[in-house]
């Protein structure tokens, strides 16, 4: 199987962007976006129009969000590594037990949730009640930005499978 150049440039900012997930600081989800539109551009069937307005405005949520938070919350490094392993876990297992969009979203959301739970669960975790603000506000700092990124490079990785 020959890989078209955009295709190798859009399969190593997925990684990347899945790679610095793991740094909070860096806005992964620009580079998996870019990595989506390369693969648009290659050619990929799946990725249209529609798909990339979608995911732009998944980007731009990401991006406000992690600016109307509060910098001591989103720099923080504090279960980061949890909520994006198991986000990317999540994700894989979303893929491989339904093998759409739908099931890479709502498996990389399943575990943003249960690695926060988690982390919340650890002696350094700050136990917040699941049902609290701080608990929701938390999962938004470092799930939805770690769902986004994850999903729009599985659905890269996706579309040349």
Avoid at 43 to 59: E, K, R
Avoid at 90 to 104: D, E, M, N, P, R
Wanted: glycine share 8%; hydrophobic share 55%; charged share 5%.
């Amino acid at each position: 199987m020959n890989y078209h150049t955009l295709e190798i440039i859009a399969f190593v900012l997925a990684s990347v962007s899945v790679l610095s997930t793991f740094i909070p600081r860096f806005p992964a989800v620009l580079c998996a976006y870019l990595g989506m539109l390369c693969m648009h551009y290659a050619g990929a069937v799946y990725i249209d129009s529609g798909i990339l307005i979608y995911w732009a405005v998944a980007t731009a949520i990401v991006l406000a969000l992690d600016i109307l938070q509060p910098r001591a919350l989103t720099a923080t490094r504090r279960g980061h590594a949890y909520v994006t392993g198991a986000t990317i876990a999540g994700t894989l297992l979303g893929y491989v037990t339904v093998a759409s969009a739908a099931g890479i979203i709502i498996g990389g959301a399943v575990g943003a949730f249960l690695g926060a739970l988690a982390f919340m669960r650890t002696p350094a975790g700050p136990r917040f009640p699941i049902a609290s603000s701080e608990f929701m506000q938390y999962l938004c700092a470092k799930g939805l930005p770690a769902v986004v990124t994850c999903s729009m490079a599985a659905i890269t990785f996706a579309t040349a499978l």
